[in-house]
Nanobody
Framework: QVQLVESGGGLVQPGGSLRLSCTAS????????MGWYRQAPGKQRELVAS???????NYADSVKGRFTISRDNAKNTVYLQMSSLKPEDTAVYYCNAWAGETMDFWGKGTHITVSS
């Protein structure tokens, strides 16, 4: 059974930092492209950042220079370090593992609220 478990969400003030973690089980983690997506109220889910098995990263323009994605294959974990957080970063953040059309898994999400 595949599980992706996110942690690290919460309430943070504008300008603050948070680190999200997503630990996977039931998959060969090292072969998967791992991604972080987010969905704000009333908006579509969007890609925030992704990292390939070879550690190539990709970021949404809105988070470039502020967020960093990384992975630890030994721990089956992907991280999202977020800094200079803005109110518009408020959303539910989801972890995704993708290795093909039938190998596409999601976590349940973790809430982040950026507010003073």
């Amino acid at each position: 059974q595949v599980q992706l478990v996110e942690s690290g969400g919460g309430l943070v003030q504008p300008g603050g930092s948070l680190r999200l973690s997503c630990t996977a089980s039931g998959i060969i983690f090292s072969i998967y492209v791992m991604g972080w997506y987010r969905q704000a109220p009333g908006k579509q889910r969007e890609l925030v950042a992704s990292i390939t098995s070879g550690a190539t990263t990709n970021y949404a323009d809105s988070v470039k220079g502020r967020f960093t994605i990384s992975r630890d294959n030994a721990k089956n974990t992907v991280y999202l370090q977020m800094s200079s957080l803005k109110p518009e970063d408020t959303a539910v953040y989801y972890c995704n593992a993708w290795a093909g059309e039938t190998m596409d898994f999601w976590g349940k999400g973790t809430h982040i609220t950026v507010s003073s």
